[in-house]
T-cell receptor, first 111, second 110 residues
Framework: TQLLEQSPQFLSIQEGENLTVYCNSSSVFSSLQWYRQEPGEGPVLLVT?????EVKKLKRLTFQFGDARKDSSLHITAAQPGDTGLYLCAGPTSGTYKYIFGTGTRLKVLA | NAGVTQTPKFQVLKTGQSMTLQCAQD?????MSWYRQDPGMGLRLIHY???????DQGEVPNGYNVSRSTTEDFPLRLLSAAPSQTSVYFCASIRGETQYFGPGTRLLVL
């Protein structure tokens, strides 16, 4: 059974600080995705990483896919209150459209 | 485009009652999924569909039925609600590697 474990579960930081969220598995994934979810809404896709070692940047957010395609990280530079939300990683199981999700990291950025 | 819509937004049921959660998408996507989200457990796949007339089970299918008679609609049925089905339910449609989620239905089973 493929599992995705995220850490930390909760993170509360001051505006301007940097942070990194991790998504780890013992299984290889063909791709991993990162979503952000705000209260009362569905998750919204931020990025998909496909190639081992790939790095993608989205403004102040940097996403990396591990060389072995078993893990990924999300780094936020100079966090802002607007970054507050639940961050989820997700990946397709065995090349299907059956996605599994990590347990999520709840981020709160204080002004 | 409305994207993915879900109704109702909130529902209270008594144990043993049945209901249908509605999901519709106007993007002509073949793939659709239903998830439930519980505190500390992320999203778990209930059922999914790869096209009209084709459905399959996900990680937690027990207690739920689905059907897909059209590309647009993918309803989720609870035949006999149980308190363990209290959760937030999300429907998603998929194009390529992007999942588009609806706003969710919050279900409380007493």
């Amino acid at each position: 059974t493929q599992l995705l474990e995220q850490s930390p579960q909760f993170l509360s930081i001051q505006e301007g600080e940097n942070l990194t969220v991790y998504c780890n598995s013992s299984s290889v994934f063909s791709s991993l995705q990162w979503y952000r979810q705000e209260p009362g809404e569905g998750p919204v896709l931020l990025v998909t990483v496909v190639t081992g070692g790939e790095v993608k940047k989205l403004k102040r957010l940097t996403f990396q896919f591990g060389d072995a395609r078993k893990d990924s990280s999300l780094h936020i530079t100079a966090a802002q209150p607007g970054d507050t939300g639940l961050y989820l990683c997700a990946g397709p199981t065995s090349g299907t459209y059956k996605y599994i999700f990590g347990t999520g990291t709840r981020l709160k950025v204080l002004a | 485009n409305a994207g993915v819509t879900q109704t109702p937004k909130f529902q209270v049921l008594k144990t043993g009652q049945s209901m249908t959660l509605q999901c519709a998408q106007d993007m002509n996507h073949e793939y659709m999924s239903w998830y439930r989200q519980d505190p500390g457990m992320g999203l778990r796949l209930i059922h999914y569909s790869v096209g009209a007339g084709i459905t399959d089970q996900g990680e937690v299918p027990n207690g739920y039925n689905v059907s897909r008679s059209t590309t647009e609609d993918f309803p989720l049925r609870l035949l006999s609600a149980a308190p363990s089905q209290t959760s937030v339910y999300f429907c998603a449609s998929i194009r390529g590697e992007t999942q588009y989620f609806g706003p969710g239905t919050r279900l409380l089973v007493l």
